[in-house]
């Protein structure tokens, strides 16, 4: 089949043959990319990146769970749909190993990758090499209302137990004027409510797998994670929590109807918005809970990052792209448009060194703070065989981490019970591990 590049560069020398100039020479290049806020704006800004190359852009812009299926289909079959891929430091290293992805070298003069926060860097390398550049990274933090906690006569501890959390949601619950103490996440898949649950499971000693890769959800931590977050949710938190993921609890939070959101870090330049936030000047940040006692914290680390699919036929003009989408650069153009306090943050050491930003973000220390605690290598208290902090990094887990998100979601939609809902947990994550081979 005739691919789009091969009938673009036939227009071009057809064009050149004619003497026409040669912006002929042009590319388009198509982009697969999440729905967040941060996206959208890269969307809007790329137009300048268009009019300075002369290149252009068909845009893909999906829901989370819908783009992970599609950029993951794509890129195991070599389906050639995109050139380049928004994802996320699960899939990075498992890919860069597979050599579905092309490395991030031979970047322009000035990219600076050096510059790139070690802990981020880090996740997305494989044997030195950096197989997809940050666009933005996160942990995840308490985002709260001061004013609720004022009324409730409370103040929010800058490191609180989920004790401390309990006790703020229950405060700040008015359900008649529809104000809910915790918004968190109850939308079913990995990257989704499994990956909420998962870091906070952390924080009360769990893990998912022993070292023998048994699963451990018959485990007494886990059976507290989950009920606690149940009892949140189910006494505290706003109806139909089970369709709710990023996005949707954004919405909440912006409206004024969530007292408490523990959610990724990222989302504190929106909830700061005066433009998009009810609540822009009531906004206050605290470190994700632990319990008393354990010493990890509910918090993860992620980057949502541009990949480019081996086997692209536009692999240069796509590496210019995610060299202008990641660069210094681009901070400072969202900067000039939008303000530094909607930059995307948590990729470089030079922004949390930048005083301008630091002025206009009050959530840009907590932030930093939060992605240097979470530790990968070692995300339990307890010994585990694998690496990540709110998910498994191994290719079994999206499968087995959407399958466990839909138990769990189906529990806080009260269709099964917390015992029935980690029973069927360990039944499916037992099998499939048994079927994968495991323990290799």
């Excluded at 409730?152 to 229950?170: I, N, R």
């Excluded at 585990?384 to 138990?407: L, M, N, S």
Aim: a negative charge; aromatic letters at 10%; one cysteine or more.
């Amino acid at each position: 089949m005739t691919s789009k590049r091969t009938l673009l560069g036939s227009a071009a020398c057809l064009g050149l043959a004619a003497g026409l100039s040669t912006a002929a020479l042009a590319e388009q290049i198509t982009v697969a990319t999440v729905n967040n806020g941060d996206m959208i704006r890269m969307q809007e800004l790329s137009s300048q990146w268009e009019e300075e190359t002369g290149n252009t852009i068909e845009w893909v812009v999906l829901e989370e769970n819908t783009l992970r299926q599609r950029v993951t289909q794509d890129v195991a079959t070599k389906g050639g749909q995109f050139d380049v891929m928004t994802i996320g430091t699960y899939e990075v290293p498992i890919w860069g190993k597979q050599g579905w992805l092309v490395p991030i070298e031979g970047m322009p003069d000035g990219y600076d990758a050096e510059d790139i926060l070690p802990s981020i860097a880090e996740g997305l390398t494989v044997d030195g090499t950096l197989y997809a550049a940050p666009f933005y990274g996160e942990s995840s933090m308490i985002m709260y209302r001061k004013d609720l906690m004022e009324e409730a006569g409370m103040e929010m501890p800058e490191k609180p137990t989920w004790a401390d959390v309990t006790k703020a949601a229950e405060a700040m619950t008015d359900a008649e004027n529809g104000i809910y103490g915790i918004c968190l996440r109850g939308k079913p898949g990995w990257g989704e409510n499994t990956a909420f649950l998962t870091a906070m499971s952390n924080s009360f000693g769990a893990r998912w797998f022993d070292m023998e890769w048994t699963p451990q959800f018959d485990s007494p931590e886990w059976q507290e994670t989950f009920t606690t977050y149940l009892d949140l949710m189910n006494n505290y938190g706003p109806p139909g929590a089970a369709a709710n993921g990023f996005n949707e609890n954004l919405s909440l939070f912006q409206q004024g109807k969530c007292g408490m959101w523990i959610d990724a870090t990222v989302a504190a330049s929106f909830v700061t918005n005066p433009d998009d936030s009810q609540v822009a000047d009531s906004v206050g940040f605290a470190l994700a809970p632990n319990k008393e006692g354990v010493e990890k914290r509910a918090n993860w680390l992620w980057a949502w990052s541009l990949g480019i699919p081996a086997g692209t036929d536009a692999e240069d003009v796509a590496k210019e792209f995610v060299a202008w989408a990641t660069s210094k650069d681009y901070t400072a153009l969202v900067a000039e448009k939008e303000g530094w306090a909607n930059v995307p943050p948590g990729t470089r050491t030079s922004l949390y060194e930048n005083q301008e930003y630091k002025d206009a973000a009050p959530f840009a220390e907590m932030t930093l703070q939060s992605i240097e605690l979470a530790d990968p290598k070692n995300p339990s208290v307890q010994e585990v065989p694998y690496t990540g902090v709110q998910f498994v990094a191994i290719p079994e887990f999206q499968g087995i981490g959407t399958a466990v998100g839909q138990a769990f979601s189906a529990a806080l939609a009260g269709q099964t019970s917390a015992e029935e809902a980690l029973a069927q947990a360990q039944s499916l994550t037992q099998r499939e591990m048994e079927r994968a081979g495991y323990p290799k």
